[in-house]
Each structure stands twice: as C-alpha cells, then as structure tokens.
C-alpha cells in the first residue's frame, strides 16, 4: 500500500508559477512511474508529466516547456514546478505512482487566474 499527499496548489495570476509536491509513504527510488495527472469539472482526467525510473520523463504537448517534473529521493518527494501557468491550467492535480498498482493522491486544486 503506498499512500501519495499532495500540496502546494494555490490560487495564482495567469504567468505565475506554482510548485506542487507530492509525498509518498515508500521510497520513490524504487517505484517505477511516479507523475501527475490534472481534471477539471466536466473533462477527462489526463496524463500532465511522468518520471520514470531510468530518469526519463514525458510531458503533455500542452505543458511541454512549462512545467518541470523531478524526484527529491531523500525526501521521498516528486515535485511538479509550473511556470507560465495559463487559465487553462485550472485543475486539480492529483499525484500518481506505479508500484503494485495505481495509486492516487487525494489532489490539489491549482487555480489560475486572468
């Protein structure tokens, strides 16, 4: 069982930048595929950026250059640092990893202002 908290979502200007975190109970060195995924009412939830043990990472087209997603192993913490946040970035963003299994955080809700 691997429980994810997230944190760090906020109410920020359109341009501004936010850095979530995303706390895991285990040591993240040894999980495969840790990441973030974002919904906003009535969408599909997607896939925003993924960390992959072999430090390759992939990005959604719509924040490639944006956001920045990296892993602090003796935090035992994935980071998601957004930059140039734009309306359309209004979510809430929910931590994921792959262990034995899906695991979701509870989410943060990252509002991005006009």
């Known amino acids: 069982q691997v429980q994810l908290v997230e944190s760090g979502g906020g109410l920020v200007q359109s341009g501004g930048s936010l850095r979530l975190s995303c706390a895991a109970s285990?040591?993240?060195?040894?999980?495969?595929?840790m990441g973030w995924y974002r919904q906003d009412p009535g969408k599909q939830r997607e896939m925003v950026a993924l960390t992959i043990s072999d430090g390759s990472t992939n990005y959604a087209a719509s924040v490639k250059g944006r956001f920045i997603i990296y892993r602090d192993n003796a935090k035992e913490t994935v980071y998601l640092q957004m930059n140039s946040l734009k309306p359309e970035d209004t979510a809430v963003y929910y931590c994921?990893?792959?262990?034995?299994?899906?695991?979701w955080g509870q989410g943060t809700q990252v509002t991005v202002s006009s």
């Open positions: 994921y990893c792959y262990a034995d299994g899906g695991y």
């Open positions: 285990v040591t993240i060195s040894r999980i495969y595929v």
